[in-house]
């Protein structure tokens, strides 16, 4: 039986969420946001209910939420939000977009969210809240660490490994092999060929050290 779900946050990436949850038959009760200016109006046809606070209204034995935020090199926000509410006793569901192609043997966390038209080949290991977004692909044997962005159109050749609350940027494209640290951040078009360790910014082609953190 499917669980009604509410998504936290109210921001784009809640647009292409909803969008996708719709497309897969999925009841949408709404969504929650911090800004009250905000509350009675909605988006996507479901309302914004209010912030955190409605969800003392809500039982968690049968509604499940959906972590609608998103961030552009940055996913500590997502992550502090959706850890808080799990300490709470809330559940989080994944998203799968009917238009996905996901192989058989590909393992996808719990929470993660794969989007229009991205592929995850045979023997990957997509982690906890990652999000494949629009058209990214994460070919075979890759492995995500949690909290793992792979923005739109970013490829992923056979065998990276990406850290934990790392962000791809779009149109990125890995090298196959190649090992990417913890909080790594991979500029939009740029291209990684070299092992990186991780807490810093790659930009450029072939890609570069911008920032280490």
């Known amino acids: ?18 969008d996708a949850l719709l497309a897969a038959g999925e009841q949408v009760v709404g969504f929650t946001d911090v800004d009250p200016l905000r509350r009675g109006s909605t988006l996507c046809g479901r309302p914004i209910l209010g912030d955190d606070s409605v969800l003392e209204e809500r039982d968690r034995g049968t509604l499940l939420l959906v972590n609608g ?5 940055d996913t500590s926000l997502r992550r502090t939000v959706q850890e808080r ?17 996901v192989s ?9 969210q794969v989007l229009a038209a991205s592929v995850v080949q045979i023997g990957a290991t997509i982690g906890e809240g990652c999000i494949i977004n629009t058209a990214a692909v994460v070919e075979h044997d890759v492995s995500l660490s949690k909290w793992v962005h792979v923005a739109p159109r970013a490829l992923l050749c056979g065998g990276v490994v990406v ?14 092999g190649i090992n990417l640290g913890a909080g790594t951040l991979v ?3 740029a291209v ?12 450029g082609v072939p890609a570069r050290v911008a920032r280490q953190r």
Do not use: N, Q
């Not at 039986?1 to 909803?18: E, K, N, S, Y």
């Not at 990684?192 to 930009?203: A, I, R, S």
């Open 1 to 18: 039986m499917m669980h009604p779900l509410l998504i936290v946050g109210a921001g784009g990436h809640a647009t292409v969420i909803v």
């Open 69 to 73: 935020i998103g961030g552009v090199g």
């Open 85 to 101: 509410l799990e300490a709470r006793g809330w559940r989080f569901a994944s998203v799968r977009h009917p238009a996905a192609v």
């Open 104 to 112: 058989l043997h590909a393992h996808v966390g719990v929470s993660a």
């Open 163 to 176: 850290g934990e609350g790392s962000h791809i940027g779009a149109g990125a494209v890995v090298r196959e």
């Open 187 to 189: 500029g939009a078009g």
């Open 192 to 203: 990684v060929v070299d092992d990186f360790e991780g807490g810093g910014t790659l930009v």
